[in-house]
Structures are given as structure tokens and as C-alpha cells.
């Protein structure tokens, strides 16, 4: 099977593909695809004993790749566990890459070697990679005994984090309703300033915008539009649904493009001052970067202390989304690797990977780190009193859902990006 990969040209709205093949399970029992499928009947102790064979057999480094940090710990405690695993001696973790660097640079999975283990985000990119072969899906065989609920097995999930809408709280922001940030400036209580990652450069942010359009978050939008406008929604000759109308006006009304969600959160919106006739910024960025504003010290305070994070707002207050557990292609440990996804779903790595010691709750209990989130129901670890629970997210956020994304085509992706380039109003 051979794949074309869409890659947009944001500028010139132009596109080039890139043809990558992968291998059919079913007749090439060498393949990756069907290792993985191996070792997801095995149990644990069947899949235990296929990575030390393995690791015991080879001369490689087991390869890590990923977008967090926290891979590392989890990589501690992974060689803790399993004596014939050893920390950057036989191990080795690159959490360096940045949001779609990552999966650009797997793309040579297809006809080489290029790690063991990816930690992906971006549901509606990594659809072309499974499709094509270029990563492979691994379910435990007791993914039910580690209580990971089935919905979250394919693809496979190994962090939930978001994004959300946030202020500085000493500046008045009063966002009560999400149409607060679309319609115009002469809608009642409407918000001028919105400072928010270009979906050009954050796939993630992309995502969410299409997610917008998802037929089960109309709903949503409507109700908050009627309560906002007093009026029930109604389709248009200019938009067809609630979402369509929602993205054309909110990125219309992007006034920024910030560079980075953690300087946004540890530093612009604690330094932002009120001006007279114009209206405070709304920030939208990942919540995990809490922890860069917690460290981040203004004489007897931190930048955490201004950030205005639960807000109570009618529509959504955010974006849930995961990153996924995947064995890449051509892996020269695919047991190990299975193994390592595995691990990640167990209390004791989502302990190591997600626990602020810093930040103990007012119950005493351990607690995550901002914005870290267990995809299993069960853990070790309590809530951050400035955070609210997984379960608390998920309903007040838009959900990312890897089937509708991986059905996105390439034209609804060049309107919106016609809609960033023909916004005038953004520096």
C-alpha cells in the first residue's frame, strides 16, 4: 500500500506529497506490524520475557522519541523495574522535538531505522502514519486490568493534556461566554484581544480549530450562542453550521500570534498592564506550561499567581487532547518497545512522569503536575488544587476524536489557513 502525504504549504496554499509504503501484517511475518501483533495477545509475563530475549540478543540502543520531558522519568523508572534495561547505557530518550518536527522525522521510519518508540501527538496526523505503515498500534492484553478504558486503546493513549483559555486574573477579563470571542465588536461583553499559536506552525492548535466543525460539538456551540445572543442559531447562505460560523469569526479576532505558550502563561500575562479604551488580553495555550509560571518568580510572587485558568465559561474551555503510545516502524526492539508502552500506563511511571513534589494538595496527597493527565482510571497520584481532575476537563472541553480528525480533508485545512493569512488584525 502506498500513501501520499498532504503537506500544506501555508503560504501559497500549494500541495506536495510524499510517498511512503508499509507492510501488510497478514503475509510479511518480519514486519513490525506483525511483531506488534504478537505481543499484543502476549501476557505480561510472555511480553517480559520477549524484550529481555531481545535486549539480551542485540548490540542497539533502545530508542526513545517524544515531545515531553517526562519520557525520561519514565525511562528511570522502566530500567528500574526491568534489570536488563539500563539508563542511557542501553537506553537512550530524545524528547527535543517540537509538535510536527516529530512526526516530519519519522517519515524515514518507512525505509529505515529511526527509534524504537514513539510518543505522538496529533490524532489527525498520525491516521496517515497508521494508515501507512509508518507507526504501529500495540494493545495490552490486559489493558483492562491496568483500566484504560477500550476507547482509548486504538490509538492508543499514553498522556492527556490540553489547551485552555486563560487571563490575568487582576485585569477584569470577564469571559463568561466563548461567543465573547467571536461575532464583533459590537456584540455585547465582546473581547477584542486574543492571543492564541498560529495552526500553521502548532498542529495541535490546527486540530482544534477542525475539531470545531465535529457534528457532536454543535450542539455546544449553539446552546452558548443562544445564550449569548438571545436568539436560537440558524444556518446561513454563509456558514452551515455553528462551528463553520464560530472559527471564521474567532480567527478573525486573533489580535496575536504568540510564539510560545509558555512564555505566554510564565511571563506576558503577568507583565500585561490595563490600558485605558482597550481590552485585556485572552490568552490560549497548554496548561502543562502552569508549571514554567510556578517556577517563575516576581519578588514575593509567581507568574502562577495572576493566571486566571478556571474560568466558568458557557460552550468549552479548552481543547483534551493525547498523545499516543506508538512502535515506529522498523523498530529493532518492537518487544521492548510494546513493553515500554505498557509501562507507561501503569501508576508507577504516571507517578514518575507526572508528580510534582512541589505541589502537594491540600489533602496532603502527591499530586500531577499541571496540565498531566492519566488516560487509565485509576492512579496513585491526587489532583493539583490549581488544576481540575481529568474527568472535570473532558466535559468542559472540546474532546479531540481521532475519527473525525483522520476524516478531515485537505480543503476544509486550506480554508482555514486562508482564514489565518487573510486575518489583517494580528501582529
Not at 513490525?32 to 505480561?44: C, G, I, N, P, Y
Not at 477500550?150 to 477579563?173: A, C, D, Q, W
Not at 510494546?338 to 512541589?358: D, G, I, V
Request: aromatic share 14%; glycine share 4%.
Amino acid at each position: 500500500m502506498k500513501k501520499a502525504f498532504i503537506i500544506l504549504c501555508a503560504s501559497l496554499f500549494v500541495t506536495s506529497s510524499v510517498v511512503l509504503t508499509s507492510c501488510d501484517p497478514a503475509t510479511d511475518d518480519g514486519s513490525t506490524a506483525s511483531v506488534v501483533e504478537k505481543a499484543s495477545k502476549m501476557t505480561l509475563e510472555e511480553l517480559e520475557a520477549a524484550s529481555q530475549a531481545e535486549m539480551e540478543a542485540s548490540t542497539e540502543t533502545f530508542k526513545v522519541v517524544g515531545l515531553t520531558s517526562t519520557l525520561a522519568k519514565a525511562m528511570v523508572k522502566f530500567c528500574e523495574a526491568y534489570d536488563w534495561m539500563e539508563y542511557d547505557v542501553n537506553t537512550y530518550v530524545n524528547n527535543s522535538y517540537k509538535d510536527y518536527a516529530l512526526l516530519t522525522a519519522l517519515e524515514q521510519a518507512d525505509t529505515s531505522y529511526f527509534a524504537d518508540f514513539a510518543l505522538v501527538q496529533d490524532a489527525r496526523s498520525l491516521a496517515d502514519y497508521l494508515e501507512a505503515g509508518i507507526t504501529v498500534n500495540y494493545v495490552p492484553s490486559d489493558y483492562e486490568e491496568l483500566n484504560l478504558p477500550e476507547e482509548s486503546t486504538y490509538p492508543l493513549k499514553g498522556l492527556y493534556f490540553n489547551k485552555i483559555f486563560f487571563s490575568n486574573e487582576r485585569l477584569g477579563v470577564n469571559l463568561n461566554n466563548i461567543w465573547q470571542l467571536a461575532g464583533s465588536p459590537d456584540d455585547a461583553n465582546h473581547l477584542d484581544n486574543l492571543s492564541f499559536q498560529s495552526p500553521i506552525t502548532e498542529q495541535i492548535n490546527m486540530s482544534f480549530i477542525l475539531s470545531l466543525y465535529a457534528p457532536e460539538n454543535q450542539a455546544r456551540l449553539e446552546t452558548a450562542y443562544q445564550n449569548y445572543y438571545g436568539t436560537a442559531w440558524a444556518a446561513s447562505d454563509d456558514y452551515s453550521s455553528c462551528g463553520e460560523q464560530f472559527v471564521h469569526e474567532f480567527v478573525a479576532n486573533i489580535s496575536k500570534w504568540h510564539t510560545s505558550d509558555g512564555t505566554s502563561m510564565k511571563k506576558t500575562q503577568y507583565e500585561e498592564v490595563a490600558q485605558a479604551g482597550v481590552d485585556p488580553f485572552v490568552y490560549y495555550g497548554a496548561f502543562a506550561k502552569m508549571k514554567d509560571a510556578a517556577g517563575s518568580v516576581y519578588g514575593d510572587e509567581t507568574a502562577m499567581d495572576t493566571v486566571d485558568w478556571d474560568k466558568e465559561i458557557d460552550g468549552f474551555n479548552g481543547f483534551m487532547y493525547a498523545m499516543y503510545s506508538q512502535i515506529v516502524k522498523n523498530a529493532k526492539h518492537p518487544y521492548t518497545a510494546c513493553l515500554y508502552a505498557r509501562f507507561l500506563l501503569t501508576p508507577e511511571s504516571y507517578e514518575a512522569m507526572c508528580y510534582n513534589a512541589n505541589t502537594p494538595n491540600s489533602l496532603g496527597e502527591p499530586a500531577n503536575m499541571y496540565g498531566y493527565y492519566y488516560p487509565c482510571t485509576s492512579t496513585t497520584v491526587g489532583i493539583n488544587d490549581n488544576d481540575w481532575s481529568k474527568e472535570q476537563w473532558i466535559e468542559k472541553s472540546i474532546n479531540e476524536d481521532f475519527t473525525f480528525l483522520s476524516s478531515v480533508k485537505g480543503a476544509r485545512i486550506n480554508e482555514i489557513l486562508a482564514l489565518v493569512s487573510s486575518n489583517s488584525k494580528a501582529s
